[in-house]
C-alpha cells in the first residue's frame, strides 16, 4: 500500500513544487491513516490543511480506496 500511495503523492508533488513545497510521507497505520509531513512553503502556509484534506488526501483515496484518513504532523 505504501508504494501505491507514494505514486499518487507523485501526481501531487509537482503542484506543491510549483509553490515552493513538497510532502514526505512519514507512516502507513494499519488501520489506513496516512501520515505526511508538508515541507518548504507548504509547512507553514495557511491555507496547507485545506491542501492536505481537499487536495492531497482527496487523490490519496482515489488511487488507494483503503486509506481512510489523511494527517499531517
Known amino acids: 500500500m505504501r508504494d501505491r500511495i507514494e505514486k499518487a503523492l ?3 508533488r509537482p503542484m506543491l513544487e510549483a509553490d515552493g513545497g513538497d510532502v514526505e510521507l512519514i507512516d ?3 488501520d489506513g491513516v496516512v501520515k505526511l509531513k508538508l515541507k518548504g512553503s507548504c509547512g ?3 491555507m ?3 491542501t492536505l484534506k481537499m487536495g492531497i488526501e482527496r487523490i490519496i483515496k482515489q488511487e488507494v480506496p483503503e486509506v481512510k484518513e489523511v494527517v499531517a504532523i
Open 28 to 30: 502507513v497505520t494499519a
Open 48 to 50: 496547507s490543511s485545506m
Open 10 to 12: 507523485a501526481k501531487v
Open 44 to 46: 507553514c502556509c495557511p
